[in-house]
């Protein structure tokens, strides 16, 4: 489902890199071998994410290390160890992951999409997160 470690570290250096006009060829000519696989990624707050290129959103979070960087700000100054998020829609666990490395204790994510579910099932995984 995911690179590996080490490749992973290098797409995402190769992606967070300087742009050229055929940056995206080399990764698709890589996955017309490999197969398209999710990069597992480092955000600015410090948590793993298995992120799909393809995907505009995950892209950003690929790309920038930051899902709204405002509203991300926001939950890291805000939230406190005894709160409790409710992640509606979580999607791949973004936010359900910024919350948890914030210290939060008590998340419940909702996503009801089963394949995006797994995501964010791997994705608490990767950050040893119970699910």
């Not at 999409?113 to 791997?122: A, G, H």
Request: hydrophobic letters at 45%; aromatic letters at 10%.
């Amino acid at each position: 489902m995911a690179y590996g470690a080490v490749l992973s570290r290098l797409l995402e250096a190769y992606y967070r890199g300087p742009n050229h006009p055929a940056k995206l060829r080399p990764l698709h000519l890589f996955e017309s071998v490999t197969g398209p696989r999710r990069i597992v990624a480092r955000t600015e707050a410090g948590f793993a994410l298995a992120v799909d290129h393809a995907d505009l959103l995950q892209r950003t979070e690929l790309y920038d290390g930051v899902w709204e960087p405002v509203e991300s700000r926001f939950f890291q100054q805000n939230l406190r160890p005894d709160d409790v998020l409710y992640d509606i829609g979580a999607n791949i666990g973004y936010f359900t992951c910024l919350a948890l490395r914030a210290g939060v204790r008590h998340v419940v994510a909702f996503e009801p999409d089963p394949l995006t579910s797994q995501v964010l099932s791997l994705n608490l995984q990767l950050n040893a997160f119970d699910p």
